[in-house]
């Protein structure tokens, strides 16, 4: 594992770092689909992605989600780090995109490591900037774009992530992280195709226009 660790976190943290993360770390493996946190639990540790993608979502009081943003390798979700801080509940729901390899940190080494090394502060501090820029750009993206410019948008993204021009999602997948219904979602799909944007085939979307 400390080699994975290397190739991911190494030109950010030191020897010393990498090796506390190994030695007190949880590794997992995930598959695509897996939920690995709820809205409601407590968080006893942080996320460091090794590979893949995951998805962090919110929650109305219908139960209806809305996608913020994803974290890939080498990220951790500002959402898990700041409910970990305060010991509070997790307000976000966390789901692998795709097979996902990371490494679990206890929540008390990392407060230990704020104090003890300078690159695990600016990592944490850095997550915290990068994720606040999301969540500023997922709420301009509902606030100022049409749902077809959010849509492709999406699946822009979404392709990003799965690093494949290529997604693999149905209609009723798209309308739930974008908080709309499959008929609206299905009928700008067509028009997206139309306009050479994107090619669609059975639950699968080849985004042409990158």
């Known amino acids: 594992m400390i080699t994975e660790l290397k190739e991911s976190y190494g030109y950010l943290f030191e020897d010393?770092?990498?090796?506390?993360?190994?030695?007190?770390?949880?590794?997992?493996?995930?598959?695509?689909?897996?939920?690995?946190?709820?809205?409601?639990?407590?968080?006893?540790?942080?996320?460091?992605?090794?590979?893949?993608?995951?998805?962090?979502?919110?929650?109305?009081?219908?139960?209806?989600?809305?996608?913020?943003?994803?974290?890939?390798?080498?990220?951790?979700?500002?959402?898990?780090?700041?409910?970990?801080?305060?010991?509070?509940?997790?307000?976000?729901?966390?789901?692998?995109?795709?097979?996902?390899?990371?490494?679990?940190?206890?929540?008390?080494?990392?407060?230990?490591?704020?104090?003890?090394?300078?690159?695990?502060?600016?990592f944490i501090l850095q997550s915290y900037h990068d994720r606040m820029t999301e969540l500023l750009e997922a709420i301009d993206t509902i606030a100022f774009l049409n749902m077809d410019e959010r849509l492709l948008k999406y699946l822009r993204d979404k392709a990003m992530v799965n690093h494949d021009e290529v997604i693999n999602v149905t209609h009723q997948e798209i309308a739930f992280d974008l908080h709309t219904s499959r008929v609206v979602i299905s009928r700008l799909l067509k028009t997206l195709e139309n306009d050479n944007k994107i090619r669609l085939s059975r639950n699968s979307i080849k985004i042409i226009d990158l």
Do not use: H
């Open 16 to 122: 010393n770092l990498l090796k506390e993360i190994n030695d007190f770390g949880t590794f997992k493996e995930i598959p695509e689909g897996f939920q690995l946190l709820d809205i409601g639990q407590y968080i006893k540790s942080i996320p460091l992605l090794i590979s893949g993608a995951v998805k962090i979502l919110r929650e109305d009081a219908k139960g209806d989600e809305l996608l913020l943003y994803f974290i890939e390798r080498g990220d951790t979700c500002a959402m898990t780090l700041s409910c970990c801080m305060g010991q509070k509940k997790s307000e976000v729901r966390a789901i692998a995109e795709t097979q996902t390899k990371l490494i679990m940190v206890p929540v008390e080494k990392m407060s230990e490591w704020m104090g003890t090394y300078k690159s695990w502060q600016n």
